[in-house]
């Protein structure tokens, strides 16, 4: 028969070394101690009962102890600069599948790839800004209604998260003047997230991209514009396109337009089926002198363009919440 002590110290050893130290307690040890008690005189029995039930606290202190231990040795082993593969940690840390990048990210170095191969610079625009670069720099007056189109978020110290990319604007012709200057021009693309207080539905989110398009020389013409986004839709859908602009009203231009392409046939299109794809036209004189710029000697055009209606024709995507719902089914089919 083995004494109480005999039995703590025996547990009490399996446990400082045990790497599942909870498992000791199942030990039939302890349950042979219990059966003990029916062999006892009865005035032993209260005394016996509560040495058994206080080896119990003490072995379960030491099991918490023990566990304890090994949390510790697991957090000290682990570097987490390391590589996954370099770590020994336990599996569950481990990840089970690589992840890949995000559709619109890809699409997006497609489009910077394009523009960067014309001969555009490409930067990337600013996710909180102010309202110089939202509306003052780009001809809104103060309380104009075309401010409204514009609705987005602000912070309590009057920061926005700009509702498009054409609060690049005004830094992109700023950081070019020297150029024009020297005789040379400026050719640049801002791209990035944009963010509108909008009721999100299929064609509508909060949160989207632009790429946004700036040239500005002694001699830019309407037809260099045309020119420029014609080779850039063709080479995004790898064919020839159909285009044409219609008036539309920004700010920031002068004549202000909207350019469309026919629906490729390809693409599930139909003859006469137009979709609008960006807002562009010539830069208004009052913000390239707002940048510092004469519109006496300098001219220039520019373009916006949401990044998701292109990647939603070139895939046949209906819903443009897909982009922003992080549901692995629609993620995998851009692998
Ligand atoms: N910023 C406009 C928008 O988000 C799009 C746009 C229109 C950009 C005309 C331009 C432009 O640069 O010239 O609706």
New binding site residues.
């Given amino acids: 028969m083995q004494s109480i002590e005999d039995v703590r110290n025996s547990l009490v050893a399996q446990i400082a070394t045990s790497d599942t130290p909870r498992e000791v307690l199942k030990s039939g040890e302890i349950k042979a101690l219990y059966g003990q008690l029916s062999s006892l005189a009865p005035e032993e029995r209260s005394a016996y009962g509560k040495a058994v039930n206080d080896l119990k606290v003490a072995l379960e202190a030491a099991v918490a102890d023990r566990e304890a231990m090994l949390d510790d040795a697991v957090v000290q082993t682990l570097d987490v600069t390391a590589p996954w593969d370099v770590n020994t940690g336990p599996r569950e840390l481990l990840p089970t599948e690589q992840g890949t990048q995000h559709p619109l990210t890809k699409e997006l170095e497609v489009v910077v790839d394009i523009f960067t191969r014309m001969g555009f610079e490409a930067v990337e625009s600013r996710q909180i800004d102010d309202d110089f670069h939202m509306f003052g720099s780009l001809n809104f007056p103060e309380n104009h209604p075309a401010r409204d189109?514009?609705d987005t978020f602000r912070t309590e110290e009057g920061l926005i998260a700009p509702?498009?990319?054409?609060t690049m604007?005004n830094r992109i012709i700023k950081a070019g003047k020297a150029k024009l200057e020297a005789g040379g021009h400026i050719a640049s693309i801002s791209y990035g997230r944009?963010f509108r207080n909008e009721d999100v539905d299929a064609t509508h989110e909060h949160t989207f991209y632009?790429v946004?398009?700036?040239f500005v020389s002694d001699k830019a013409t309407l037809g260099d514009m045309l020119g420029v986004l014609r080779s850039f839709f063709e080479s995004y859908y790898g064919q020839a396109l159909q285009i044409k602009t219609q008036p539309?009203y920004?700010p920031?231009?002068e004549p202000?337009l909207e350019f469309l392409i026919e629906k490729p046939a390809a693409l599930g299109g139909k003859p006469g089926e137009w979709l609008e794809m960006?807002?562009?036209?010539m830069?208004h004189p009052n913000v390239l002198k707002e940048a510092g710029v004469d519109p006496e000697k300098y001219q220039g055009?520019?373009?916006?363009c949401g990044v998701e209606r292109l990647v939603m024709l070139k895939y046949g995507i209906e819903d443009l919440r897909h982009f922003e719902s992080g549901k692995l089914g629609f993620l995998r089919k851009f692998v």
């Fill in positions: 189109g514009y509702a498009h990319t054409s604007q944009v632009q946004e398009g700036v539309g920004f920031f231009v202000g960006m807002g562009c036209g830069i055009f520019a373009w916006g």
